[in-house]
């Protein structure tokens, strides 16, 4: 018994080892990097244009990257994919890269700010709306279920 629990613990890991998630996120220069980890990245461009990324901020112009959600499974697989994608051409006729690289920018702002608002209408204790007069009115269970359901619809929509 402890063996097929030990094993069953085991296979369980390698399961979440597979599906990892994979974050995503824009130097200065406009280019996406994907990462597997949450851990805070820092980049920065000298004067000769060269971009630089760090795990502190060692560098006056560091500013710290906004990491996006952007798939679960294996890190190598998803960015294989993406650069294949991207080798394409732009994602959109006409688009240069800036306009590319500002574009994914707001994108990714929008995908987390839909996924902060997603997570704290699921860790809410109890959702509830305010009335004209600044009062709480709270949502019946079958509305907050409806809410959020709209809201991960939503940002499952910002996020893709």
């Known amino acids: 018994m402890k063996k097929r629990l030990t094993a069953a613990v085991f296979l369980l890991g390698l399961g979440s080892l597979a599906d990892a ?7 200065a220069l406009g280019n996406t990097h994907f990462v597997d980890t949450m851990k805070p990245i820092y980049t920065w461009v000298d004067d000769e244009g060269k971009v ?12 710290s990257v906004q990491l996006v959600w952007h798939a679960k499974g294996d890190l190598e697989k998803v960015a294989s994919a993406e650069s ?17 690289a500002e574009r994914e920018r707001a994108e990714a702002y929008y995908c987390n700010r839909a996924t902060e608002i997603y ?11 305010t009335n004209e007069n600044g009062e709480r009115e709270y949502l019946s269970k079958e509305e907050a279920a409806r809410t959020i359901a709209e809201t991960r619809a939503k940002k499952d929509e910002l996020c893709e």
């Open 52 to 63: 630089h990324y760090a795990d502190q901020p060692g560098h006056e112009d560091a500013v």
């Open 21 to 27: 998630d994979v974050w995503k996120w824009v130097d």
């Open 119 to 129: 997570n704290s209408y699921v860790n809410a204790p109890q959702l509830y709306k």
């Open 84 to 100: 294949k994608s991207a080798s394409d051409g732009y994602a959109y006729p006409g688009e240069t890269a800036e306009q590319r």
